[in-house]
């Protein structure tokens, strides 16, 4: 009997130990991942959405901001939780002040990506409106002051977390538990986990039926000259290709971000439970996967774009076009100076 429970136990044990590997292992290779891919990716977005072409769409503007926000949350987030998980280097739990600005960063910074997504979506729905009053909504004056408000506005929504974190006995930056622990799971479900891909669902929907509207409506009695009609049907496909992107990107976003939120109510399901230390390896493990699955978003947007856009895959093909003339001269000009007259 005795030899029994000792065979069970040691098995457990090595169950736990190899989930707490497959957890470490998974954080370490994830935030590596998301690092390197997500730096050379927002920096090539941020070229892409600063050239001319570009650059005058409110929507592009939207995705430059999602994309600068990106950035910020690859190289803030991302080491610190890498230090946090993997290195045991914890600078949240380096003080309670530490802990109370680093945890309302963090959930301010990783949030701002997906709404920057969701005025983008708003903004494809003003600007395919049949009303010239609402299409109006659709500028670069609308963008330069609803983005910085909105970076204020989730910062605010935020504001609750440092009074409610702090260093504990085994020096870890924790949140409090009961009661504050239920709303800031509810919380956070509504502006970062679910929140942000209902809306961009809900404005995608809105945008493809005023673009379907649209189509049916007729034609303008007056025909606009060729400079204008090229004018119109290049605007016209630009925006088809940000709509592409816009409802892309959106569905990226629900997917990495709807499994936490499934995590989260299945945790409060079984958060009455009494849990062997087994079943509690499993749900970190869970909850580790899960809860980093929602900054793919944040810092992975790039491919995402790639792969959805024409328009997109141009402008970065111009750019490497670009760097191959730039090195052509340089190697020409380098040769023409070696050349010594006799």
Same mark, same amino acid.
């Given at each position: ?114 709404? +920057?997504?969701?005025? *983008?979506?708003?903004?494809? %729905? $003003?600007?395919?409106?049949?009303? /010239? ?5 659709? #500028? ?124 989260? +109510?299945?945790?409060? *399901?079984?958060?009455?439970? %009494? $849990?062997?230390?087994?079943?509690? /390896? ?5 909850? #580790? ?54």
């Amino acid at each position: 009997m005795s030899s029994s429970v000792v065979n069970i136990t040691s098995s457990n044990l090595d169950a736990i130990n190899a989930l707490k590997y497959s957890q470490n292992l998974f954080i370490q290779v994830w935030c590596l991942t998301m690092f390197s891919f997500g730096t050379v990716g927002h920096i090539l977005s941020i070229y892409v959405f600063t050239r001319r072409s570009l650059y005058p769409n409110p929507c592009a503007k939207y995705f430059l901001a999602s994309a600068i926000a990106g950035l910020i949350v690859v190289y803030t987030l991302v080491p610190l939780r890498l230090l946090q998980y993997v290195y045991r280097v914890d600078a949240f739990a380096s003080s309670d002040v530490m802990c109370r600005i680093l945890s309302w960063f963090v959930n301010w910074i990783k949030t701002l990506p997906s709404w +920057f997504i969701v005025l *983008a979506c708003a903004d494809r %729905v $003003l600007c395919s409106s049949s009303s /010239a009053t609402i299409r109006a909504w659709s #500028s670069i004056r609308v963008v330069t002051r609803a983005t910085p408000l909105t970076v204020l506005i989730v910062g605010l929504a935020y504001v609750h977390i440092p009074f409610f974190n702090r260093v504990n006995t085994a020096s870890s930056c924790v949140t409090d538990s009961g009661t504050y622990a239920t709303f800031y799971g509810i919380f956070n479900l509504f502006i970062f986990s679910m929140g942000p891909p209902v809306c961009m669902l809900i404005f995608g929907l809105l945008a493809i039926r005023n673009v379907r509207q649209s189509v049916k409506r007729m034609a303008p009695n007056t025909t606009p000259t060729g400079t204008q009609n090229q004018l119109q049907h290049r605007q016209k496909a630009t925006d088809r290709q940000l709509m592409q992107m816009m409802i892309v990107q959106s569905m990226f976003f629900i997917l990495t971000g709807t499994p936490n939120s499934f995590y989260f +109510f299945y945790s409060s *399901a079984i958060s009455n439970e %009494v $849990l062997d230390a087994l079943q509690i /390896a499993r749900l970190n493990l869970l909850a #580790s996967v899960t809860a980093f699955l929602t900054n793919g978003g944040a810092c992975m947007s790039f491919y995402v774009f790639t792969l959805s856009s024409q328009l997109f895959r141009r402008e970065l093909i111009r750019l490497f076009n670009c760097h191959q003339q730039i090195m052509q001269v340089i190697i020409t000009v380098t040769r023409n100076n070696q050349i010594q007259p006799i």
